[in-house]
């Protein structure tokens, strides 16, 4: 069993950034798939990136493309996204997710398949 935690939410200007951390435990990473989505307030829970066991590869949902990078460091169960030219269209409870798929971009569609997979969210509010 994981445990997912992610910290470094917080209030931004547009045009701002913000780097979120996932910190993991219970389970050693390097054989997970990791990923975050994001949930804005009415709106359903949508996939944001992930990326491969190993960090050679990575996935983005259009919306995010060229503005955010995830990134890991399996040696500290740590997983990162990097959050740059914020809009306000990116405000959003924001969660890590994480699971056994081989298949990096299969999280995007099915997202975990266990409950534990998810972290407890951390908050991001861009300002126009």
């Known amino acids: 069993q994981v445990q997912l935690v992610e910290s470094g939410g917080g209030l931004v200007q547009a045009g701002g950034s913000l780097r979120l951390s996932c910190a993991a435990s219970?389970?050693?990473?390097?054989?997970?798939?990791m990923g975050w989505f994001r949930q804005a307030p009415g709106k359903e829970r949508e996939f944001v990136a992930s990326i491969s066991w190993s960090g050679g590869s990575t996935n983005y949902a259009d919306s995010v493309k060229g503005r955010f990078t995830i990134s890991r460091d399996n040696a500290k169960n740590m997983v990162y996204l990097q959050m740059s030219s914020l809009k306000p269209e990116d405000t959003a409870v924001y969660y890590c997710?994480?699971?056994?798929?081989?298949?990096?971009?299969?999280?995007?569609?099915?997202?975990?398949?266990?409950?534990?997979?998810w972290g407890q969210g951390t908050q991001v509010t861009v300002s126009s």
């Open positions: 997710a994480g699971d056994e798929l081989r298949d990096y971009t299969l999280i995007a569609t099915i997202g975990p398949r266990h409950n534990d997979g």
């Open positions: 219970g389970r050693a990473l390097s054989r997970y798939t």
